[in-house]
């Protein structure tokens, strides 16, 4: 690997106005080959925006982007692929729970030849008990069921190499899971350990509904599993229905008794809702390929100070 190389940081920015200008001072710290710092502000509703401009006026290595309202997380990191250029792209969290110290090492990997660069997460701290398990158990199903080997407490705190950057800015997935993306396009892969750093200012912007959504979206991205056990599900009922059936036939010939409103009560209820139940996970995988079909861009720029635009969301 040559030593004349260049860095480029992607932070997604949703309200965090308060802890943008201390991460930016502590990446210029660090004295890198930095190309482009590039702040995605995701359709905040606080002075984020007004932030990273006042940044880029001070120092021109720090670029933003800004959206028309809110894609999310995974669609920030979209446009900071999109919009990067250097030799390797850096990406990470704008609430200071990624140490910066860490980047160093990201490059040091990098240099020993690696394509990708991941971290994972240490949840030994977590206090909240629901979020570590729930995480825990979660990346071990979706390992499980997938192709795709995503280790428990994978971050989007990662560096990619330019060659793999070019192609995530090839991919049209709306919505898209970098964290089962990433391990899935294969290329020369390692992964260090981190513990994340305390929130200077702020709490955490991902809500239990937003983090509902990135599950099943990686779940439903590399998985058939739910429609299969839809399908297994199905034959198992129509096998007891079946086998009900000739049990009522039979008491019906033998002892002319009819069978009794609460069975049919708890047969309908059962089957009723075993049909709703599979209606809406085959109406979850529709509903992705009629949205994927629109052809809609992951995201819209409102406002840039890069003036070339790349690929534009596509």
């Keep these: 690997m040559r030593a004349d190389y260049s860095i480029d940081i992607i932070i997604p920015v949703y309200n965090e106005e308060q802890n943008i200008p201390v991460l930016c001072e502590k990446l210029l710290e660090l004295n890198l080959p930095f190309h482009k710092i590039i702040l995605v502000n995701d359709g905040s509703s606080d002075s984020s925006l007004g932030i990273c401009k006042e940044l880029h006026a001070k120092n021109s290595l720090i670029e933003y982007i800004s959206f028309s309202r809110n894609f999310g997380h995974q669609a920030a990191l979209k446009a900071g692929y999109d919009y990067a250029d250097a030799d390797c792209v850096i990406s990470m969290d704008g609430d200071m729970q990624h140490p910066v110290e860490l980047i160093e090492t990201l490059i040091a990997k990098w240099r020993e030849g690696y394509d990708v660069v991941n971290t994972i997460r240490s949840d030994k701290e977590e206090k909240k008990i629901f979020k570590k398990y729930s995480s825990l158990y979660y990346y071990r199903l979706l390992s499980l069921i997938t192709s795709v080997d995503i280790k428990q407490g994978t971050a989007d705190f990662r560096l990619l190499d330019k060659k793999v950057v070019d192609i995530c800015k090839k991919l049209g997935e709306n919505p898209i899971f970098w964290r089962g993306i990433i391990p899935w396009l294969g290329f020369k892969q390692t992964f260090i350990g981190y513990t994340p750093q305390k929130r200077l ?35 198992i009922q129509i096998f007891f229905s079946a086998c009900y059936f000739i049990y009522i036939l039979l008491m019906y010939l033998l002892s002319n008794v009819e069978p009794g409103w609460s069975s049919i009560m708890i047969i ?47």
Excluded: D, H
């Design 201 to 235: 200012y702020g709490t955490s912007k991902y809500t239990l509904k937003k983090m509902i959504n990135l599950a099943w979206s990686g779940i439903s991205s590399f998985s058939l599993l739910p429609l299969r056990i839809a399908t297994f599900l199905g034959v």
């Design 268 to 314: 309908l209820l059962l089957t009723s809702g075993f049909q709703m139940c599979f209606l809406g996970i085959l109406g979850e995988y529709v509903g992705k390929i009629f949205i994927s079909e629109k052809n809609r861009p992951a995201y819209i720029v409102e406002s840039s100070s890069i003036v070339k635009v790349i690929n534009f969301g596509k």
